[in-house]
T-cell receptor, first 111, second 115 residues
């Protein structure tokens, strides 16, 4: 089955700086790559996703890039704000929505 | 707006007890999932279901079973709770059927403590 590795496990940045979180996956059949944000005590919520026919997708301050050849994808957050502080999870899903998640990255944005 | 609810936010049980965790979604989603979340391990898939009365094992099914008698409800059962099943349990649902992928929407989670 799919195996997703996520790095780093913790990330601390100054407000206004950029943050990058990287994930690798093992199953070349994976074609859907979502990113979830989980604030303290809350449920994970989708913030952005990308499908395998696209190399990059952007939504305001967040962007995701995908390299299918190398089997890795990354989340980029620009102009970070304190409210970006949360745990971020990447995931990869092949056919039939059999999704697997990374271990998570705890992002702290210092004011 | 998709709503996924779970029967309890916090639950405390004794070792050996049978435990039922309930999940209900109100958007007529076909797919439902149970994960457990532990620090440093992310979300690990326990079981999932693509249709009523249908179930598939995830990565860590041992010690768990599931039931899906109605489309909107997916239950996780701990046959004989053990202390290593102390964890946060998250339910999720998504719209698409077998053969495609779609966004998963999560419930608020149940924090289970087994003493």
């Amino acid at each position: 089955g799919e195996n997703v590795e996520q790095h780093p496990s913790t990330l601390s940045v100054q407000e206004g700086d950029s943050a990058v979180i990287k994930c690798t996956y093992s199953d070349s059949a994976s074609n859907y790559f979502p990113w979830y944000k989980q604030e303290l005590g809350k449920r994970p919520q989708l913030i952005i996703d990308i499908r395998s026919n696209v190399g990059e997708k952007k939504d305001q301050r967040i962007a995701v890039t995908l390299n299918k050849t190398a089997k890795h994808f990354s989340l980029h957050i620009t102009e970070t704000q304190p409210e970006d502080s949360a745990v971020y999870f990447c995931a990869a899903a092949p056919y039939n929505n059999d999704m697997r998640f990374g271990a998570g990255t705890r992002l702290t944005v210092k004011p | 707006d998709v709503k996924v609810t779970q029967s309890s936010r916090y639950l405390v049980k004794r070792t050996g007890e049978k435990v039922f965790l309930e999940c209900v979604q109100d958007m007529d989603h076909e797919n439902m999932f149970w994960y457990r979340q532990d620090p440093g391990l992310g979300l690990r898939l326990i079981y999932f279901s693509y249709d009523v009365k249908m179930k598939e094992k995830g990565d860590i099914p041992e010690g768990y079973s599931v039931s899906r008698e109605k489309k909107e409800r997916f239950s996780l059962i701990l046959e004989s709770a053990s202390t290593n099943q102390t964890s946060m349990y998250l339910c999720a649902s998504s719209a698409s059927g077998t053969g495609s992928t779609d966004t998963q929407y999560f419930g608020p989670g149940t924090r289970l403590t087994v003493l």
